[in-house]
């Protein structure tokens, strides 16, 4: 089954320090696209980092970094320097490459970033 | 990327009418879907938009209900008929770009 976890329901980090939000995905296919978006209260779904599974590195955009882990299927989200506009719902998400890019979905990390 | 409009952006409605969401997309895109979300919970994908065909539809959604209509490669309208308070939801739009999924800004739906 295709299936996306994401452990931590909700974390709370004080600004500008680090915070790490878990995911786990199962799949048997070798070929997909890793995400994580960011939503918060204004609803709107923002995409974060996106990472490709046939790459070794691991994506980086500014504050926001992955430690993708293939054989463990495990692809979690650092946020380095927490600001107060990073209070979001958080989604790990993937799909498979070719035709097929409906997305699977966690069911998100609710993230308070505190002053 | 893609940048994704919706229309309209918040509506409320009577119960057993119909509401039609439009979704703009600024560049031609291949794929683009809806998805219904309750507040603080993930999404759920409801269809797949395709252009000059029928609809693909999730488990538990069918088209006399969330008929949807993709005339282009920019823009789709998905109708939520007959609308019941269950109905009451965000519902998004989105687009596949460079094997990326955009997002429009979500409708909020309210059917009293």
């Known amino acids: 089954a295709q299936t996306v976890t994401q452990s931590q329901p909700e974390m709370s980090v004080q600004e500008a320090e680090t915070v790490t939000l878990s995911c786990t995905y199962d799949?048997?296919?070798?070929?997909?696209?890793l995400f994580w978006y960011k939503q918060p209260p204004s609803r709107q779904m923002i995409l974060v980092i996106r990472?490709?599974?046939?790459k070794q590195q691991n994506a980086t955009e500014n504050r926001f970094s992955v430690n993708f882990q293939k054989a463990a299927k495990s692809f979690s989200l650092k946020i380095s320097d927490s600001q107060l506009g990073d209070t979001a719902m958080y989604f790990c998400a993937f799909h498979y490459a070719g035709n097929n890019r409906k997305l699977i979905w966690g069911l998100g990390t609710s993230l308070a970033v505190n002053p | 990327s893609a940048v994704i409009s919706q229309k309209p952006s918040r509506d409320i409605c009577q119960r057993g009418t119909s509401l039609t969401i439009q979704c703009q997309v600024d560049s031609q895109v291949t794929m683009m879907f809806w998805y219904r979300q309750q507040p603080g919970q993930s999404l759920t994908l409801i269809a797949t938009?395709?252009?000059?065909?029928?609809?693909?539809?999730e488990s538990g959604f069918v088209i006399d209900k969330f008929p949807i209509s993709r005339p282009n490669l920019t823009f789709s309208t998905l109708t939520v008929s007959n609308m019941s308070p269950e109905d009451s939801s965000i519902y998004l739009c989105?687009?596949?770009?460079?094997?990326?999924?955009?997002f429009g800004p979500g409708t909020r739906l309210t059917v009293l």
């Open positions: 989105s687009a596949t770009s460079t094997d990326t999924q955009y």
């Open positions: 990472q490709e599974a046939y």
């Open positions: 938009a395709n252009q000059g065909s029928e609809a693909t539809y």
């Open positions: 799949t048997s296919e070798s070929n997909y696209y």
